[in-house]
């Protein structure tokens, strides 16, 4: 009986981890079907090339830059706000904290990344907006600038729990021969222990930028949904997250080449995820300290 339920078990394990694999072979084979429909109609040149991208439109262009410049612009401020705080966060919470604090305020912290995101979106839509537009008065009321602000915020668990967990495992050792040649705790902090603890501090980074980038919600509430190749975050935007949304409504002809823009902007999208997803493996297989 003890060996039967063991095989029982190991082949669930299995089944699990076969069913993951599947499901992730399945979602790439649809993506990439569909692409190479898409791609088969539009010249692939000109999708990363074309300046312009209005497929729902009578005079349509297939450009995907500007739903990259959007992405890459709100990820941008998003992680312009996470980094500071979140690292400034973590060191606290590592070198200075009492530790009584460190396990109520962590927990508490790590609540931002439950809150749905559609509250974020209202949250950068009626408020963080009116609010910007008393001290930015040409900004517009769909503006990449407060849902990337919002967005950051809500990526700052990543980098403050992921950071704080690599700035926790360095050894005591390093700390105290800082501390035996005169440092000071600041300098101790940030020439020591920072440092060693550098590969998990890059990957929580690298984690929060994939996170960024693959918001929906808060983009679509509040950034607006007009493409354009443009850097200036006080007018609307358009995320390739936000366009998948506005097809996905249902508006659109199933099958036609307008509906099948999303999953060519898709795999553009999965693709950086992807690659981001292996730097941040491969910096922590590389450069990661194990310490014992």
């Known amino acids: 009986m003890r060996k039967i339920k063991e095989l029982v078990i190991e082949k669930s394990l299995l089944s699990s981890a076969l069913v993951t694999i599947a499901v992730t072979f399945g979602i790439i084979s649809v993506l990439a079907i569909e692409a190479f429909r898409f791609f088969s109609e539009v010249s692939i040149f000109d999708f990363f090339t074309d300046t312009q991208w209005t497929p729902l439109f009578t005079d349509k262009h297939y450009g995907i830059l500007p739903l990259l410049s959007g992405t890459l612009l709100t990820s941008f401020i998003a992680i312009s706000v996470a980094l500071p705080v979140g690292l400034t966060i973590s060191i606290y919470l590592s070198e200075y904290a009492p530790r009584s604090f460190r396990k ?18 209202f949250f950068a839509l009626i408020v ?18 407060s849902a990337g602000i919002v967005m950051g915020i809500m990526i700052i668990p990543f980098v403050s729990s992921i950071s704080e967990d690599a700035l926790h495992a360095v050894p005591k050792d390093l700390k105290e021969a800082s501390y035996g040649m005169g440092a000071t705790k600041l300098q101790t902090a940030f020439k020591v222990v920072v440092p060693a603890a550098s590969s998990g501090i890059i990957v929580s980074i690298i984690l929060a930028i994939s996170r960024a980038i693959g918001e929906t919600m808060i983009v679509a509430i509040a950034a607006g949904q007009q493409p ?26 199933h099958g036609s080449i307008e509906y099948r823009t999303i999953f060519a902007a898709g795999i553009t999208l999965f693709v950086f995820t992807f690659l981001l997803n292996t730097l941040s493996y491969r910096i922590r297989k590389k450069y990661q300290e194990k310490y014992e």
């Open 104 to 121: 109520t305020i962590k927990p508490l912290l790590e609540l931002l990344a439950a809150v749905p995101t559609v509250v974020y979106g």
């Open 228 to 253: 354009r190749l443009t850097l200036d975050p006080t007018v609307p935007v358009e995320t390739i997250t936000a366009f998948i949304v506005q097809v996905s409504l249902g508006d659109v002809q």
């Open 128 to 145: 963080v907006t009116p609010f910007l537009q008393q001290f930015i008065p040409g900004l517009s009321g769909f503006n990449s600038l």
